[in-house]
């Protein structure tokens, strides 16, 4: 045994007390060294073959690798050495994007839109350092231009040596009729037919006989003046369709009747059609009952006419003013009936006396009126004021027939103007969904109301008390504002239940103020209760759109609505 521990003993063991100290019995047991009993082996050849792993491009068609490749070796190219001229390499570590090394460049956003709109419109742009230009096209001046500092007149100027450059030339007098072979070969406009040498195969005797008309018809467009966007000169006219103008006792036919009066001060709810108004060969636009006594009904329709009806004892179309070359838009009564206006999409607003059909005058701003409104002091029914497509709502004398005061606030085509407070202001609405209170000729808003919930208003009626307004909103309702001093929303009166979005259906209060009733998309008419907001009955009017409604002034359960048909009807 001591041998064997001597054979075992540590060999830097320096004195005989450690030697006994590891001999004793009470020491730590014996340890003997770790050693491996596999062969040794070389590993030079495999780190060769590593090192020439992670030196060479990885095979893009390989679908499994052996070993860990570096991200160099990801992102190195797949064939070919890199370029010799890069700043900074790929493959290298410098990169701070999986795409490469992208510098950080302080640009203004007002800057860049004005860098990548010049880019897109000139063909250059400014770099972020300003002391090169990019692209293929080059500035003239030394001073680059860009798109936000070049003047109007420039912009102009390079728009029709643009066109110039693009213009072909001038057609043949042969290709401008429809019939001849050269027309045909002009105006062959299909992307995919491509270009076609030779005529297509020959036209029969009935698309001959086509062509030639549409050439005559457009030859004698062109002889009236409405080829190039010119107006045409409409011939004002009016026809009676009464059987005499006056009465043997040398009344009008506009006089309303001496016993018309108020049988009931309480309205009640039609229920059944009693008559239709057929003439119009197109949508009715709107409709208003004659002020005060309701015996005639005025109609402005998409065919160019305006009607009138008698609403009493015929029944049948009275006279009808024909003065505005497209679709009317919308009328309006004096305050006695005896005169009216009309604003029609030709851009003109003509004021018409009832009785004689005859235009007394014709006022134009060259943009479309959408509405029209008279004052209706009776010291102040000269005056008109009239919203237009061009967010301005003009006001004229007409006895001067000048403008003498422009509301010009809104951001939208103006919709409405409804007078409230004694006719001493005035509310509008408008495509910017917002509505403006203003002082009857102070071009100054005094309230302006818009919310983020808020949508277009196209139709606002007046209740019968004046306290309060109701705006047909397009998101399918009907909201209720005060007209008091804050002309604040009622938040507990709404209506709804109806459709209406994408439609200027009219809104409108029985003459007792128990009853709201609009009209919808659908062609319905709804009636709501005013105190509960319930909705109270709904009449299936017209095929289509139901685009106005009107309550009878004095007949209190009678109820006229039009559509986009053309067909105007009495309810009762």
């Given at each position: 045994?001591?041998?064997?521990?001597?054979?075992?003993?540590?060999?830097?063991?320096?004195?005989?007390?450690?030697?006994?100290?590891?001999?004793?019995?009470?020491?730590?047991?014996?340890?003997?060294?770790?050693?491996?009993?596999?062969?040794?082996?070389?590993?030079?050849?495999?780190?060769?073959?590593?090192?020439?792993?992670?030196?060479?491009?990885?095979?893009?068609?390989?679908?499994?690798?052996?070993?860990?490749?570096?991200?160099?070796?990801?992102?190195?190219?797949?064939?070919?050495?890199?370029?010799?001229?890069?700043?900074?390499?790929?493959?290298?570590?410098?990169?701070?994007?999986?795409?490469?090394?992208?510098?950080?460049?302080?640009?203004?956003?007002?800057?860049?839109?004005?860098?990548?709109?010049?880019?897109?419109?000139?063909?250059?742009?400014?770099?972020?350092?300003?002391?090169?230009?990019?692209?293929?096209?080059?500035?003239?001046?030394?001073?680059?231009?860009?798109?936000?500092?070049?003047?109007?007149?420039?912009?102009?100027?390079?728009?029709?040596?643009?066109?110039?450059?693009?213009?072909?030339?001038?057609?043949?007098p042969e290709a401008k009729n429809?019939?001849?072979?050269?027309?045909?070969?002009?105006?062959?406009?299909?992307?995919?037919?491509?270009?076609?040498?030779?005529?297509?195969?020959?036209?029969?005797?009935?698309?001959?006989?086509?062509?030639?008309?549409?050439?005559?018809?457009?030859?004698?467009?062109?002889?009236r003046g409405e080829g190039k966007?010119?107006?045409?000169?409409?011939?004002?006219?009016?026809?009676?369709?009464?059987?005499?103008?006056?009465?043997?006792?040398?009344?009008?036919?506009?006089?309303?009747?001496?016993?018309?009066?108020?049988?009931?001060?309480?309205?009640?709810?039609?229920?059944?059609?009693?008559?239709?108004?057929?003439?119009?060969?197109?949508?009715?636009?709107?409709?208003?009952?004659?002020?005060?006594?309701?015996?005639?009904?005025?109609?402005?329709?998409?065919?160019?006419?305006?009607?009138?009806?008698?609403?009493?004892?015929?029944?049948?179309?009275?006279?009808?003013?024909?003065?505005?070359?497209?679709?009317?838009?919308?009328?309006?009564?004096?305050?006695?009936?005896?005169?009216?206006?009309?604003?029609?999409?030709?851009?003109?607003?003509?004021?018409?006396?009832?009785?004689?059909?005859?235009?007394?005058?014709?006022?134009?701003?060259?943009?479309?009126?959408?509405?029209?409104?008279?004052?209706?002091?009776?010291?102040?029914?000269?005056?008109?004021?009239?919203?237009?497509?061009?967010?301005?709502?003009?006001?004229?004398?007409?006895?001067?027939?000048?403008?003498?005061?422009?509301?010009?606030?809104?951001?939208?085509?103006?919709?409405?103007?409804?007078?409230?407070?004694?006719?001493?202001?005035?509310?509008?609405?408008?495509?910017?969904?917002?509505?403006?209170?203003?002082e009857f000729g102070i071009p100054?808003?005094?309230?302006?109301?818009?919310?983020?919930?808020?949508?277009?208003?196209?139709?606002?009626?007046?209740?019968?008390?004046?306290?309060?307004?109701?705006?047909?909103?397009?998101?399918?309702?009907?909201?209720?504002?005060?007209?008091?001093?804050?002309?604040?929303?009622?938040?507990?009166?709404?209506?709804?239940?109806?459709?209406?979005?994408?439609?200027?259906?009219?809104?409108?209060?029985?003459?007792?103020?128990?009853?709201?009733?609009?009209?919808?998309?659908?062609?319905?008419?709804?009636?709501?209760?005013?105190?509960?907001?319930?909705?109270?009955?709904?009449?299936?009017?017209?095929?289509?759109?139901?685009?106005?409604?009107?309550?009878?002034?004095?007949?209190?359960?009678?109820?006229?609505?039009?559509?986009?048909?053309?067909?105007?009807?009495?309810?009762?």
């Open positions: 045994m001591d041998l064997l521990q001597s054979s075992y003993a540590p060999d830097d063991a320096s004195s005989p007390e450690e030697s006994a100290a590891a001999s004793s019995p009470d020491s730590s047991p014996l340890r003997l060294p770790s050693k491996s009993a596999a062969p040794a082996v070389d590993d030079t050849a495999l780190a060769l073959s590593a090192a020439a792993s992670a030196s060479r491009p990885l095979d893009p068609s390989l679908h499994l690798v052996a070993f860990n490749p570096t991200a160099d070796q990801l992102w190195a190219p797949i064939v070919g050495p890199q370029h010799p001229h890069a700043p900074i390499s790929s493959a290298s570590g410098n990169r701070n994007h999986k795409l490469g090394h992208v510098e950080d460049a302080a640009v203004l956003p007002f800057l860049f839109d004005e860098q990548y709109n010049t880019f897109h419109r000139f063909g250059y742009a400014s770099d972020p350092s300003g002391l090169h230009i990019v692209g293929d096209a080059q500035p003239q001046a030394p001073e680059p231009d860009t798109v936000y500092n070049l003047a109007p007149s420039e912009h102009k100027r390079r728009r029709l040596l643009a066109k110039a450059d693009n213009q072909e030339e001038p057609l043949p429809p019939a001849s072979e050269e027309w045909i070969l002009h105006n062959k406009q299909s992307p995919w037919a491509g270009k076609k040498e030779a005529p297509p195969a020959e036209l029969t005797e009935e698309q001959k006989q086509y062509a030639e008309a549409h050439a005559a018809k457009k030859a004698e467009k062109e002889a966007g010119e107006r045409a000169e409409v011939v004002v006219k009016s026809t009676f369709h009464g059987k005499e103008e006056r009465d043997y006792q040398g009344r009008s036919w506009i006089t309303p009747p001496k016993d018309a009066k108020a049988t009931n001060d309480h309205c009640y709810i039609p229920k059944r059609c009693v008559h239709e108004w057929v003439g119009h060969t197109k949508g009715v636009s709107a409709i208003r009952f004659f002020p005060k006594y309701g015996h005639l009904l005025l109609s402005a329709s998409m065919d160019c006419k305006i009607k009138i009806w008698d609403v009493l004892e015929s029944r049948t179309c009275m006279r009808t003013y024909m003065g505005h070359s497209k679709a009317v838009r919308d009328i309006s009564f004096s305050n006695d009936g005896t005169k009216f206006l009309s604003a029609g999409y030709d851009r003109n607003i003509q004021y018409w006396d009832t009785e004689t059909g005859q235009v007394i005058s014709t006022f134009s701003t060259g943009k479309v009126p959408y509405v029209v409104k008279l004052n209706p002091d009776e010291d102040k029914q000269h005056i008109l004021l009239a919203g237009m497509s061009d967010k301005k709502i003009v006001q004229w004398d007409m006895k001067s027939g000048q403008i003498t005061q422009e509301y010009d606030q809104h951001l939208g085509a103006v919709n409405t103007i409804t007078f409230v407070d004694n006719n001493r202001r005035f509310v509008t609405s408008s495509d910017d969904k917002s509505l403006r209170v203003w100054v808003v005094i309230k302006y109301i818009s919310e983020a919930h808020m949508h277009s208003m196209p139709s606002i009626a007046l209740h019968p008390n004046s306290n309060w307004l109701a705006a047909q909103s397009l998101d399918n309702q009907i909201l209720i504002y005060s007209t008091k001093e804050r002309f604040q929303l009622n938040k507990k009166k709404r209506f709804a239940g109806h459709i209406v979005a994408g439609y200027a259906c009219q809104v409108n209060f029985s003459p007792d103020g128990r009853f709201v009733m609009s009209g919808d998309g659908e062609g319905s008419c709804w009636f709501w209760d005013w105190k509960s907001c319930r909705r109270f009955k709904t009449l299936k009017c017209h095929n289509g759109v139901c685009i106005g409604c009107e309550w009878h002034p004095l007949e209190t359960s009678k109820v006229a609505t039009c559509g986009w048909d053309g067909v105007i009807k009495y309810w009762d």
